[in-house]
């Protein structure tokens, strides 16, 4: 993986061509929210993070290219159940794509999950929506183009 | 074809070999005698001697891993007595796992089961490693 990130969660198995419910994520992360390190990090991340398995979804361009509400919300619940099935507390949902048309801005800002933090995230231009919840909006800081 | 990988692993042989060298230290501390230079120097030579000898037989018999593959299954052996054999076809899904000490290895499922074939230790790239191995699964669970 190259490029630039933060800090959000200690990933520590990825996928590729993940399939859950007929939809097929190029990727798909998963990991807790516990930091690993040396002593200071453990002991800072024991006391301040919670111990949650959260996991991270990455559609690309080529099978993101026709999204409208339906597709969207085909996603969303595969990334629910998904997120059932490994007991995980949060999840993001990353869709890349070239460029985004305005009406698909507006989907992905219009879902209000508090579990799934969804970010469309347009290559060309760098631009980043998320949809309109705290860890949506996380997704944001996080995601360095 | 069968492909063969057995790289010797720096820090386990490092560790056998000064397992050696530390239970000999301990010997030579706690025996009353030797106090001529000469002396302490030749059981110093004779304990490294033994310690590079002892070691590799230590790190052959519990870390060495050879690990051979070809397309219809795998035989992972570390030290002289776990060895594992599996078939490709027995294994569904494919993933890259990144170990505590940052090590990565390419994890195979079968059913709720997982085993690891460790690709840092292996010195293999994980990525392509991983790729090789999701292309194996995939061709023999299509020949079924």
């Known amino acids: 993986m190259l490029g630039k990130g933060r800090w959000i969660a200690d990933f520590t198995e990825s996928f590729r061509n993940w ?27 024991a006391t301040v ?34 997120m059932k099935e490994n007991e995980m507390k949060w999840a993001w949902l990353l869709i890349l794509c070239a460029k985004a048309a305005d009406f698909q801005k507006k989907l992905v800002e219009s879902i209000k999950d508090q579990a799934v933090g969804i970010a469309l995230v347009e290559v060309d231009s760098k631009g980043i929506v998320s949809s309109d919840s705290y860890i949506g909006k996380q997704a944001r800081r996080f995601i360095k183009l | 074809m069968s492909h ?28 009353p005698f030797f106090s001529e230079q000469i002396v302490r120097v030749s059981i110093l030579i004779v304990n490294v001697v033994i310690s590079v000898l002892l070691g590799w037989r230590l790190y052959k018999s519990l870390y060495h891993t050879v690990f051979t593959y070809d397309n219809e299954g795998f035989t992972l052996k570390k030290g002289r007595k776990d060895v594992n054999s599996f078939k490709w076809n027995e294994f569904s899904k494919v993933s890259l796992f990144r170990t505590e000490s940052g090590e990565l ?21 994980p990525f392509t490693f991983r790729q090789e191995v999701t292309k194996l699964v995939s061709v023999s669970k299509n020949k079924e």
């Open chain 2, 105 to 125: 290895s390419v994890r195979l499922y079968r059913d709720s089961e997982h085993f690891d074939l460790p690709a840092s230790k292996l010195k293999l790239n």
């Open chain 1, 19 to 45: 399939n859950v419910n007929d939809v097929t994520f190029d990727v798909f992360i998963q990991g807790n929210t516990r930091m690993k390190g040396f002593l200071l990090s453990r002991l800072f991340s």
């Open chain 2, 4 to 31: 063969t990988y057995s790289p010797i692993q720096m820090y386990n042989l490092f560790k056998s070999v000064m397992i050696i060298f530390v239970l000999q230290a301990v010997v030579v501390l706690i025996a």
């Open chain 1, 49 to 82: 993070n919670p111990n949650y398995q959260v996991g991270c979804y990455i559609i690309s361009a080529d099978r993101a290219k026709d999204i409208d509400r339906k597709s969207l919300l085909k996603m969303l619940h595969a990334v629910k159940a998904s």
